[in-house]
Each structure stands twice: as structure tokens, then as C-alpha cells.
């Protein structure tokens, strides 16, 4: 589930940016505003069924974009280290409020956390704590998994549309 309902570009951060000045909401620099009522209505479904909400917070060094897309990441050529941080936070779904308001409420703090974290990652080229345990680990080692996870993920929706 990607809460902000649209991929981030230029003109999409700024739209997010001037609705959360216009409605008193935080203004972030990194992430857009999310969108609480599908994320409320996705818990809601999943409830019992699922544990835990995984906080997923991407970064990506080496790039000449700040946010590389799928083909960048498949068709960079391996001469320059090319690196994709990943900040993972594991939320206990019992810990998150039932009813709208409060999830709204969490899905906000839980966006000022990705700002923040974006934040320190663009002054310090890492996420706190971050022990870089994959330092060694080569873009050229995942493009077999992206290309595997990208046909299985075409297979599925052309079987579903």
C-alpha cells in the first residue's frame, strides 16, 4: 500500500505541498501527504489476518536522480556503485488506533518519521543507525530478482485484466 496514492514527482510534491499549507497540515520536503482512507480501509479488511504494518523508507545513492525508476535501476550500467538504502520500522497493528481519526493521526507521524529519516539521510548519505551490512552487495546481484519479481508481477496483471 503506498499512501500517497500517485508516484512522487517535482509537480506532485508541490500540489501535496501547497494542500497541506492551505489545510494547516505538516508540509514535508521528501514525502507527500498520504491518503488516510485507504490505508483505514485496508487495515480494516486485513483485520485478524494480519500482525504487523511494515514502515518501508527508500533511499537511493550512486543515481543521477534522486529517485531512480525500474528501468534506471535495470539498465544502469555496473561501472559506478549504485546503492538502494532501506529503512524497515515493524509496527504492531495492535498498536495502531481502530477508528479513522486516529489512524489518520498515525499515518501522519508515521510520514514525519520518513521525513525525518529522508532528512538525516540527505545530510549523512545513510539512515541512523544504519551499519551499511550490505557494502559489498552490487546492484549487478539484484537485476535477476527485479527481472523475475517484473515478469511474475506482468504475468499476474495480465491475468487479472
Request: aromatic residues 12%; contains cysteine.
Amino acid at each position: 500500500l503506498y499512501p500517497e496514492g500517485t508516484r512522487q514527482t517535482p509537480k506532485k510534491l508541490a500540489e501535496s505541498q501547497e494542500y497541506a499549507k492551505k489545510n494547516d497540515y505538516p508540509v514535508w520536503k521528501h514525502v507527500m501527504l498520504p491518503r488516510h482512507r485507504g490505508f483505514a480501509q485496508a487495515i480494516h479488511a486485513l483485520e485478524g489476518v494480519i500482525t504487523h504494518v511494515h514502515e518501508i523508507t527508500l533511499s537511493y545513492s550512486g543515481w543521477s536522480t534522486k529517485a531512480p525508476s525500474f528501468w534506471d535501476i535495470l539498465t544502469t550500467p555496473g561501472k559506478k556503485e549504485h546503492i538502494m538504502h532501506v529503512h524497515l520500522n515493524r509496527v504492531d497493528v495492535k498498536t495502531i488506533p481502530k477508528e479513522e481519526e486516529g489512524m489518520k493521526t498515525w499515518l501522519r507521524e508515521s510520514f514525519d518519521r520518513k521525513e525525518e529519516l529522508l532528512e538525516y539521510f540527505g545530510k549523512h548519505e545513510r539512515f541512523p543507525g544504519d551499519k551499511n551490512l550490505l557494502k559489498d552487495y552490487k546492484l549487478a546481484t539484484l537485476v535477476p530478482h527485479l527481472v523475475v519479481w517484473a515478469v511474475f508481477t506482468f504475468s499476474c496483471f495480465s491475468l487479472i485484466f
